[in-house]
T-cell receptor, first 112, second 111 residues
Framework: DADVTQTPRNRITKTGKRIMLECSQT?????MYWYRQDPGLGLRLIYYSFDVKDINKGEISDGYSVSRQAQAKFSLSLESAIPNQTALYFC???????????FGEGSRLTVL | TQLLEQSPQFLSIQEGENLTVYCNSSSVFSSLQWYRQEPGEGPVLLVT?????EVKKLKRLTFQFGDARKDSSLHITAAQPGDTGLYLCAGAYSSASKIIFGSGTRLSIRP
């Protein structure tokens, strides 16, 4: 089983719908991140959390919200999806010592 | 606004050639990482550099952190088709800060 698991892996939805992407990890890391990947733009940070009570905005948080339900779970929500939120979304975890990011396999979201 | 600029954006070369990818910023980073991403997968860490001027080698890959810790380079010697992928640099301002990524370099090695 993967250390960082994202669900769903693929989702097609319509403009205005509420969408939740979920992430769970078995690495025991305190730090979790949500990134968005668009062609030619690398990865852009949406939100990050350094522990259960800590939530921080990243570079592109507008239109998104997150919830850190437990150390192992970090979900990303789009309250009212729009077409320019069509992208590949990655969840990642890291520990304090090494700072190495461990990524999930990604969730591909299409908003029509 | 991309705080970490990578160049070139795309690179297609013949097997056996050498290449260098650059990662530049106007900001100082406490550490800089290089990741490689293959289609359908998340990025995987190649190396972390933390000291200005530091050079690390991973087989045919050589990574260098600039003296001022604002830039980095990745040099590949005698490129192989297996080196094909998206190479991403990522920086952290401190151990307590977020990690941000560059725009990526898509590398294609022709047999």
């Amino acid at each position: 089983d993967a250390d960082v698991t994202q669900t769903p892996r693929n989702r097609i939805t319509k403009t205005g719908k509420r969408i939740m992407l979920e992430c769970s990890q078995t690495k025991g890391h305190d730090r979790m991140y949500w990134y968005r990947q668009d062609p030619g733009l690398g990865l852009r940070l949406i939100y990050y959390s350094f522990d259960v009570k800590d939530i921080n905005k990243g570079e592109i948080s507008d239109g998104y919200s997150v919830s850190r339900q437990a150390q192992a779970k970090f979900s990303l929500s789009l309250e009212s999806a729009i077409p320019n939120q069509t992208a590949l979304y990655f969840c990642a975890t890291s520990d304090y010592v090494s700072g190495e990011l461990f990524f999930g396999e990604g969730s591909r979201l299409t908003v029509l | 606004t991309q705080l970490l600029e990578q160049s070139p954006q795309f690179l297609s070369i013949q097997e056996g050639e050498n290449l260098t990818v650059y990662c530049n910023s106007s900001s100082v980073f406490s550490s800089l990482q290089w990741y490689r991403q293959e289609p359908g997968e998340g990025p995987v860490l190649l190396v972390t550099v933390v000291t200005g001027g530091e050079v690390k080698k991973l087989k045919r890959l050589t990574f260098q952190f600039g003296d001022a810790r604002k830039d980095s380079s990745l040099h590949i010697t005698a490129a192989q088709p297996g080196d094909t992928g998206l190479y991403l640099c990522a920086g952290a301002y401190s151990s307590a800060s977020k990690i941000i990524f560059g725009s990526g370099t898509r590398l294609s090695i022709r047999p």
